[in-house]
């Protein structure tokens, strides 16, 4: 069965410093693997996405995301988080040709100054 | 990048009445339509899948007669919330994908904070 784990509920980090919020997925074959942000009471904004070729891809606002076939994993990078990072990621994983996305349940980002 | 756009982005109903959002992809096709809801500090819960021209494929758990959609075009679909209950309340959030393009990222739209009161 299909599903998106992301360990971390949330996560506090210090402006200017690294983040990586991780996101384990289980998928029969090869997925389309996805990252987006919601702000409070807003939609979600995908952030970057990979569906194949470099394993390493870069999206909006400085953020980029590793895959990992051999871990499962699609974690997400950014070197200097900024304030207005605070928001919700989520990971999610997309079957080609399908319709069908798997979310995570989420990683709550808090930034202090 | 592709835009969708929902509405309204929030709105105030007494118990027992009707509630429809509406979900418009504004500068693309869709051949098929999403429908999540969000509980506070949760993830999105997949309610049904629309598609243009055909009945709505509801989840496991959704009560169809309660929450009816309608996909009539290729750029509209919509959530009608039935005889709506305080427990309804909730954050609705549609997402559509591209004709054609079936493996790319769906485009969601700004969500709809629903209240029941």
């Known amino acids: 069965a299909q599903s998106v784990t992301q360990p971390d509920i949330h996560i506090t980090v210090s402006e200017g410093a690294s983040l990586e919020l991780r996101c384990n997925y289980s998928?029969?074959?090869?997925?389309?693997l996805f990252w987006y942000v919601q702000s409070p009471g807003q939609g979600l904004q995908l952030l970057l996405k990979y569906f194949s070729g470099d394993t390493l891809v870069q999206g909006i606002k400085g953020f980029e995301a590793e895959f990992k076939r051999s871990q499962s994993s699609f974690n997400l990078r950014k070197p200097s988080v900024h304030w207005s990072d605070a928001a919700e990621y989520f990971c999610a994983v997309g079957a080609p040709f399908s319709n069908q996305f798997y979310f995570g349940t989420g990683t709550s980002l808090t930034v202090i100054p | 990048g592709a835009v969708v756009s929902q509405h309204p982005s929030w709105v105030i109903c007494k118990s027992g009445t009707s509630v429809k959002i509406e979900c418009r992809s504004l500068?693309?096709?869709?051949?098929?339509m999403f429908w999540y809801r969000q509980f506070p500090k949760q993830s999105l819960m997949l309610m049904a899948t629309s598609n243009e021209g055909s009945k709505a494929t509801y989840e496991q758990g959704v009560e169809k007669d309660k929450f009816l959609i309608n996909h009539a075009s290729l750029t509209l679909s919509t959530l009608t919330v039935t005889s709506a209950h305080p427990e309804d309340s909730s954050f609705y959030i549609c997402?559509?994908?591209?004709?054609?393009?079936?493996?790319?990222?769906?485009?969601f739209g700004q969500g709809t904070r629903l209240t029941v009161v």
């Open positions: 998928y029969g074959a090869t997925p389309y």
């Open positions: 997402s559509a994908r591209a004709r054609d393009r079936a493996g790319t990222e769906a485009f």
């Open positions: 500068d693309f096709q869709a051949t098929t």
